[in-house]
């Protein structure tokens, strides 16, 4: 019975643990969303860099209006959507989840489900051919 309670205090300690690791903000500030939109747009003139981590003319201007927009109180969601209608979409680095965006995070998935399917289909052939 002393196991079984202390197994369960264990259970609630570890569970506690991880529900309070990962706990985020409520709100992020002004800077950390700047920070988050500027690491989602690519930068329209340097080759694979984000807007935050190019220095070019083109990716100043570009977190200028992103600040510009946080502060008339704009989503992000709203801002991205304005970058990728202005720019193309192309300009996201993290492409949308619904769509045809969606495909780029559905189809590797798919075809990690397919390829571990036909090689346990092929393993259990193997195995029953072999027996």
């Known amino acids: 019975m002393r196991l079984k309670l202390s197994y369960a205090l264990m259970a609630i300690a570890l569970a506690t643990a991880l529900f309070a690791g990962t706990r985020s903000e409520a709100t992020p500030t002004a800077a950390q969303r700047a920070l ?3 690491q989602s747009i690519k930068c329209p003139v340097c ?3 984000s807007v ?11 977190r200028t209006e992103i600040e510009r927009r946080i502060g008339a109180g704009q989503p992000d969601s709203e801002i991205r959507a304005y970058f ?4 193309g979409d192309d300009i996201l680095l993290r492409p949308p989840a619904s769509g045809w965006g969606g ?6 998935i798919a075809a990690l489900v397919v390829a571990s399917a036909g090689i ?3 393993f259990w052939r193997w195995r029953r051919w072999s027996t």
């Open 103 to 108: 495909l780029v995070w559905v189809l590797p």
């Open 47 to 49: 080759r694979g860099q």
């Open 120 to 122: 346990g289909y092929a």
């Open 52 to 62: 935050a981590e190019s220095d070019s003319e083109a990716s100043k201007a570009i």
């Open 84 to 87: 990728a209608q202005t720019l």
């Open 36 to 38: 988050s939109l500027e």
